[in-house]
């Protein structure tokens, strides 16, 4: 079958980049990552050939190494976009480490779009984070809630990383450039193949209620309960993985078809519905049938309230919409959680 193009996935052996990749084999597309494992094993990209039956091209490096970059993509003809997943993303630890944030995310940025002119690839996609709105003035957010200044380096990265698409496209048209900004990725493909592998004590909420569930931690800490919201506990968007991944495939191909109408689009990714962390238990107990051992504790520092996404541009404009619920974003997680724990 003819492919429909060839396209480079950063951080390919990441969370989201492997079920994005999933995706682009199984919608035709050929695809060759790159990613240098900070955060990954290379055996996810036997997973995603056990998935799809195709195996991506894999190139094991750290894009901030400009050299390494550019032999790769003389090696790599025939790239039409890249999708960018490769960073550091861990919040807390960027506030111990910022200069590893400032470097490993903003100057992997420029290597690449360097490597775009040079080698003649317009399109890229950007993983961006509703991290930027900070806590919205008005929910559900939309893309024309201001950006707030960043809480963390991690966060602020995102914003310049942004700042960095949108001048540079200004100042060249040859730049067509998409960041889309998540709110809360849960969830694993439905093979229980692939999903999130938090190295160390996980930092977000599912991975620590599934580890909770498998006996690998003691127990959840639910951080608040006094909080403005009908339960007490915050409330985020939470969007199944795989939703996340198909709308990475509509915005690439927007581009490549020369779909966008500028060349800096924005794009919210959520399900347009808030959960709080109570809510989140409740779905997890009921799909996976184990009482979750939790307790209340005080506030994390820096958590917002409340945020989720108005989904009508990307609804409408790309034509996207989510399409998984809370209770299978839930069991899949869990899924996943008793396949790598066995
Ligand atoms: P992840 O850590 O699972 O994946 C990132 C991948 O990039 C890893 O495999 C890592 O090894 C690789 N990588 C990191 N730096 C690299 C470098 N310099 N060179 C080559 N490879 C490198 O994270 P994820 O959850 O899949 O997130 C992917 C992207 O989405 C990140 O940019 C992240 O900031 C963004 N994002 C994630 C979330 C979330 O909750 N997971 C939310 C919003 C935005
Ligand atoms: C969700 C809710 C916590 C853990 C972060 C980053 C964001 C993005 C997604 C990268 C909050 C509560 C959590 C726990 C808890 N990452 N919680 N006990 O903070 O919304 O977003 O991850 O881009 O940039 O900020 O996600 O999963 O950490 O927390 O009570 O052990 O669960 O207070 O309300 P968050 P999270």
Redesign the pocket.
Known sequence: MDKKGKILV?????????HTAVELINQGFEVVI???????HAD?IDRIEQITGTKPAFEK????EEDKLEEFFIKHQEIQAII??????AVGESVEKPLLYYK??I??LINLMKGMKKHNIPNIVF?????VYGEPDELPVTEKAPVKPAVSP?GNT?QIDEEILKDTAKSDNFYQTIAL??????GAHESALIG??PLGVPA?LVPFITQTAAGIREQLSVFGDDYNTPDGTCIRDYIHVVDLAKAHIVAVKRLMEGKNKSSFEFFNLGTGKGTSVLEAINSFEKVSGVKLNYKIVARREGDIEKVYADTSFANEELGWKSEKELDEMMLSAWKWQQKITK
């Open positions: 950063t951080g390919g052996a990441g969370y989201i980049g492997s790159i990613d240098n494992l900070s955060n990954s996810v490096f750290d894009i901030c960018h997943f490769a960073a550091s993303k490993n995310n100057i992997s993983s961006s984070s509703c991290t991690y995102k900004r998540y709110f809360n990725p849960i999130e592998l977000n």
